[in-house]
């Protein structure tokens, strides 16, 4: 976590580790209430405390976090099992090789600019209806991580536009919506988080956050977006040409292109 002033000048940094869980082999998760929230209520506590800042003077709130990710949760948010990572977790393959023959790769490129690999949300919650049929008809929304904080923090069920680009075969890069256009089977599109760009403000810290958190409530929080996302905003990739090597677990090349490159080899997203 990171406290910045109106200038982009660091105030304090705080962070807290957590294990990614491998219940069996190719599938990888983290515990939402546990590692994703009890981690950010930590963080943003030890913020205000190292800082000196007063949780009044904190202007908004940004999330980003590890994704896409694939969360059922009942309409209280709360989560229904535990999420499903991102291309680290290859549990739906059989789901992937299905909806690319039953779609073709071209259609999927041509609506969704991304072909189906295990980094697509889409044949995560399609492997959800085959295998967890009662989580799946229980499931109020499907989350990623930095849906779910933000809806721990303000009660809003939502994604930015660069996070549900992920949700493959489920979302429409040209109308910038979800679409059921490619196929129907997955899930009704209203069991998706509302959409919004990452710098929208989407809701106020609640009571119960603001306790939580130490966070004053009614500070406004924003969308958020995907971590490599946030990272590539944080060094400067904003204009086309502009580009981002992030090294890590796993290794991302962000670039701002002018006009949108087809080709399955590359992810394809709106930018922020």
């Given at each position: 976590g990171v406290l910045t002033d109106g200038d982009g000048q660091i105030k304090a940094i705080a962070k807290q580790?957590?294990?990614?869980?491998?219940?069996q082999a190719g599938w990888a998760e983290?515990?939402?209430?546990?590692?994703?929230?009890?981690d950010f209520t930590a963080i943003t506590r030890e913020l205000l405390e190292t800082s000196g800042v007063a949780p009044g003077d904190i202007r908004a709130v940004a999330c980003s976090a590890i994704g896409p990710c694939m969360l059922p949760v009942d309409e209280n948010g709360e989560a229904l099992m535990n999420a499903v990572l991102y291309g680290?977790?290859?549990?739906?393959?059989?789901?992937?090789?299905?909806?690319?023959?039953?779609?073709?790769?071209?259609?999927?490129?041509?609506?969704?600019?991304?072909?189906?690999?295990?980094q697509s949300v889409g044949p995560k919650i399609l492997w959800l209806q085959n295998e967890r049929a009662k989580i799946y008809r229980k499931a109020h929304r499907i989350l990623t991580s930095t849906s779910y904080l933000v809806h721990q923090l303000t009660g809003r069920f939502v994604i930015d536009h660069y996070s549900a680009s992920n949700f493959s075969p489920l979302y429409d890069i040209?109308?910038?919506?979800?679409?059921d256009g490619l196929t129907d089977r997955i899930m009704e599109l209203e069991r998706l988080p509302d959409l919004y760009w990452?710098?929208?403000?989407?809701?106020?810290?609640t009571a119960a956050a603001a306790e939580a958190t130490g966070l004053a409530v009614g500070t406004p929080v924003t969308a958020g977006t995907i971590d490599a996302a946030a990272e590539a905003v944080s060094v400067g990739v904003r204009e086309p040409g502009d580009m981002m090597v992030m090294y890590g677990s796993t290794?991302?090349?962000?670039?701002?292109?002018?006009?949108?490159?087809?080709?399955?080899?590359?992810?394809?997203?709106?930018?922020?």
């Open positions: 580790p957590h294990k990614m869980l491998v219940p983290h515990r939402p209430l546990e590692d994703w929230w009890g680290v977790d290859n549990r739906a393959h059989a789901e992937v090789k299905a909806l690319t023959a039953e779609i073709g790769e071209d259609r999927l490129l041509d609506l969704c600019g991304n072909t189906l690999t295990s040209g109308a910038c919506n979800w679409t990452s710098t929208d403000i989407v809701g106020h810290v290794i991302f090349i962000v670039q701002v292109t002018e006009t949108r490159l087809r080709d399955p080899r590359l992810w394809h997203g709106p930018w922020l």
